[in-house]
């Protein structure tokens, strides 16, 4: 099922690992044999990058990615673009003008942004102008600086296909894609695969992990170890095309190295790697 995906194209996302020291976190990586590897820009994460991430930190973690042999291939960002006061939404967007910069100091392809408000209810009209704006003017700011945006898919504005479809019909920026993370559609109650076939043609990006029930409810675990049936959403992606990277993700910090480990095994075998 390789259709020619390589070892570089397997990525190790930043999220679970935000617990862990960017050193430790890099060399982990590195030692399980993947290069490639994100760094959040998170409240939420701060033994990463913190929103405002200075000079001074960012030299630090090109110099730690180098010395661990590491690429970083995304900023996760954390955003919210649904606010409804002019006045804040500019300052959002350029405190995520930040993270662009940021982007481009390390190298890094991509910039990992969120729509904003998570709830799955009623989702009021006014909200995807304001975010077709916003992401419109940080698409034109990432072009100019050779760096895409990837709108993940994380509930509310996007807990559905047809909804992130309406999101990027709104979009005319080029350099602004999707970061397809199935796991994230079927913890909101949204068929992945189904989901997928609406939003493919913006697809530039993609997380990997899985889903099971505990509970009564959904619970994310390893790639490979959970409910969802993998081949023929990532037949899907092949068909179209898609290059991008295969993004694991798993999100536990108390375990992360073993279940980031047991996930790309579980993601390479699938691949046909």
């Known amino acids: ?36 590897v994100e760094v959040n820009a998170h409240p939420q994460a701060p033994k990463h990058l913190l929103n405002d991430g200075d000079d001074e930190s960012v030299s630090k973690i ?11 291939i995304c900023i996760a960002g954390r955003n919210n673009f649904t606010i ?27 910039v990992r942004l969120l729509s904003g408000d998570h ?22 700011y990432a072009e100019k600086r050779g760096i895409k945006i990837t709108i993940e898919n994380h509930g509310g504005p996007t807990a559905t296909g047809q909804r992130v479809a309406r999101i990027m019909e709104g979009i005319k920026s080029p350099a602004v894609g999707v970061n397809y993370d199935p796991a994230n559609f079927l913890n909101q109650g949204t068929d992945p695969l189904m989901a997928l076939r609406y939003i493919l043609p913006w697809v530039n990006y993609s997380h990997w992990k899985d889903v099971k029930w505990t509970n009564g409810g959904p619970q994310f675990c390893a790639f490979g170890k959970g409910e969802i049936v993998w081949q023929p959403i990532i037949q899907e992606l092949l068909n179209a095309g898609y ?15 073993d279940g980031t480990k047991e996930s790309i095994n579980n993601l390479c075998k699938m691949l046909g790697m």
Not at 14 to 34: C, D, K, L, M
């Open 1 to 36: 099922m390789s259709n020619n995906i390589t070892l570089p194209n397997i990525g190790c996302a930043a999220w679970g690992w935000r617990e862990v020291e960017i050193p430790e976190y890099f060399h982990t990586i590195s030692n399980q044999g993947i290069r490639s």
């Open 62 to 72: 090109a110099t730690w990615a180098q010395e661990a042999g590491v690429d970083i």
């Open 84 to 110: 409804p006061e002019a006045a804040d939404l500019e300052k959002e967007i350029q405190r995520i003008e930040r993270f662009v910069d940021i982007a481009q100091q390390l190298g890094a392809k991509f």
């Open 119 to 140: 709830r799955n209810d009623h989702i009021l009209p006014d909200v995807f102008p304001r975010l077709h704006y916003a992401f419109n003017r940080i698409g034109d």
């Open 243 to 257: 290059q991008g990277y295969w993004v694991v993700e798993y999100e536990e910090p108390s375990d992360v190295e």
